[in-house]
């Protein structure tokens, strides 16, 4: 390379991207070399500067800074993990689910629908026909109850 | 902290060399450090290291090693400063260059500086530009200048830690070489 750096180079060059060819005009070039380097300049001492100024300023030591960041992180810890939260839910919203349907089916009257409901409820009504037409037997007439007496004597020797 | 941390995850935390107030105390003066080059907010730096290091300890378990856990905290600064200027709560950078801070405190720290007055004076001036310039770059490019000439990270560090390929990183860090000169020139 013959010719001196152009502004591109110099970037390159303060980015870190260098090569053989560079390197050797630079050795023998002391206007490139001193653009390069003032350039690089410029960069590393605002490092410096910023590494500087951010060790002048961190106000809080490392066990102030620890304890306050411990006080940050312990009511996260007191609350139950994500994964804990689902035990918790589960119960809850099963119970639910059956309070509403226990309340709808009484709400609608639905009927037992297994097999030892459906006979007892069968049995139930029954029974239930039966005390009836013993009530309606008893209103018949005075002249016909000991008829009647007579009949349920019978029914109930049956 | 200490016992907390061992419970929550003793095999991966002692291997990464030590435990978490072992983490802290190496790796917080860098993450200020470029959260404060970042943001030229002192007061905003600390929020952002602050919340890096909470991210951290809680996302612990998620950690793969797929980098060094160094990296790893750089990743979540990156992202935390990002989305801080993206949900615009924060005007850090304009409101700290109303009021910047005094350079003195950080002139006075600068091993090897005997220099006159007038020379310091134009340091200053310099440092000043060129953190201004830094100030007005595209965020990737202004992580990635920081990380470079602040972080002394090399392109594989901080491709790892912005999440791109080394040759976007380098592209990147050309323009913004490249933008901040132009601007100092076009300031001087």
Redesign the interface.
């Known amino acids: 390379m013959t010719r001196h750096f152009d502004e591109d180079e110099i970037c390159r060059w303060v980015a870190g991207e260098r090569d053989a060819e560079c390197e050797a005009h630079l050795a023998g070039c002391a206007a490139c070399r001193a653009e390069v380097e003032h350039a690089g300049q410029a960069v590393s001492q605002f490092g410096d500067f910023v590494r500087a100024r951010s060790a002048s300023l961190m106000k809080a030591s490392d066990s102030e800074w620890s304890q306050r960041l411990q006080g940050l992180v312990a009511p996260e810890h007191t609350k139950p993990a994500k994964h804990g939260r689902i035990w918790v839910l589960g119960p809850v919203a099963a119970s639910v689910a059956i309070c509403l349907s226990l309340g709808w089916c009484s709400l609608n009257h639905v009927k037992p629908t297994s097999v030892a409901g459906a006979v007892a409820a069968e049995s139930a009504d029954a029974e239930l026909l039966r005390r009836v037409d013993a009530e309606v037997s008893r209103t018949i007439p005075g002249p016909m109850e000991p008829l009647t007496k007579l009949v349920d004597t019978q029914s109930g020797g049956q | 902290?200490r016992t907390?941390v061992t419970e929550l995850d003793p095999d991966r935390v002692a291997a990464e060399g030590g435990d978490f107030?072992a983490m802290?105390?190496v790796w917080?003066?860098k993450v200020?450090?470029f959260a404060?080059?970042w943001l030229n907010d002192?007061d905003a730096?600390?929020t952002v290291t602050?919340d890096c290091?909470?991210k951290a300890?809680?996302s612990l378990d998620g950690f793969r090693r797929e980098c060094s856990l160094e990296t790893w905290l750089m990743q979540i600064a990156v992202n935390l400063l990002r989305d801080y200027r993206r949900n615009r709560r924060f005007q850090f950078w304009k409101r700290s260059c109303e009021s910047s801070?005094p350079?003195e405190?950080?002139?006075d720290?600068?091993?090897g500086t005997g220099k006159s007055p007038e020379a310091q004076a134009l340091?200053d001036e310099?440092?000043r530009a060129?953190?201004q310039a830094?100030g007005n770059l595209p965020d990737r490019q202004r992580t990635i200048f920081l990380l470079?000439?602040?972080e002394?990270m090399d392109?594989i560090e901080i491709a790892t830690a912005t999440g791109l390929k080394e040759g976007t990183v380098?592209a990147h860090?050309?323009s913004?070489?490249?933008n901040?000169?132009r601007q100092?020139e076009a300031g001087a």
Request: hydrophobic share 55%.
């Open positions: 902290m907390r107030d802290v105390r917080r003066p200020f450090r404060l080059a002192s730096a600390e602050q290091f909470l300890f809680r801070e350079l405190d950080a002139r720290r600068i091993a340091l310099k440092v060129v953190w830094a470079r000439f602040v002394d392109l380098k860090l050309f913004a070489v490249r901040v000169r100092m």
